[in-house]
């Protein structure tokens, strides 16, 4: 059973950038995708983006194109979250996840249901 730890929230101002990591321990994660995804209060989670370890392709929500990069390094079993030009809508609790099938599952269209290890969350807070 895989671990998900995510750090890096926190309160910034519109316009600004975090940073989110995902540690995972318990198992090797170069077969599997993973994703971010976030909840905001009222709303059901949503994606937002993904990659494949083994291969680095990513799939990216709309919403943050061209704002967010996601990152890994294998090294550490660590995926990284690069969030620049943060909007007030972007508030939400933002989670990791694991998807529950190796090599091609959660893909090309990342799902919740196709996601079945995640971590705590971390809260994230962008103010006008």
């Known amino acids: 059973q895989v671990q998900l730890v995510e750090s890096g929230g926190g309160l910034v101002q519109a316009g600004g950038s975090l940073r989110l990591s995902c540690a995972a321990s318990?198992?090797?994660?170069?077969?599997?995708?993973m994703g971010w995804f976030r909840q905001a209060p009222g709303l059901e989670r949503e994606f937002v983006v993904a990659?494949?370890?083994?291969?680095?392709?990513?799939n990216y929500a709309d919403s943050v194109k061209g704002r967010f990069t996601i990152s890994r390094d294998n090294a550490k079993n660590t995926m990284y979250l690069q969030m620049n030009s943060l909007k007030p809508e972007d508030t939400a609790i933002y989670y990791c996840?694991?998807?529950?099938?190796?090599?091609?599952?959660?893909?090309?269209?990342?799902?919740?249901?196709?996601?079945?290890?995640w971590g705590q969350g971390t809260q994230v807070t962008v103010s006008s």
């Open positions: 996840a694991v998807s529950r099938i190796p090599y091609g599952g959660a893909w090309p269209r990342p799902d919740v249901s196709d996601f079945g290890s």
């Open positions: 318990g198992r090797t994660l170069s077969s599997y995708v």
């Open positions: 990659i494949k370890w083994w291969i680095g392709s990513t």
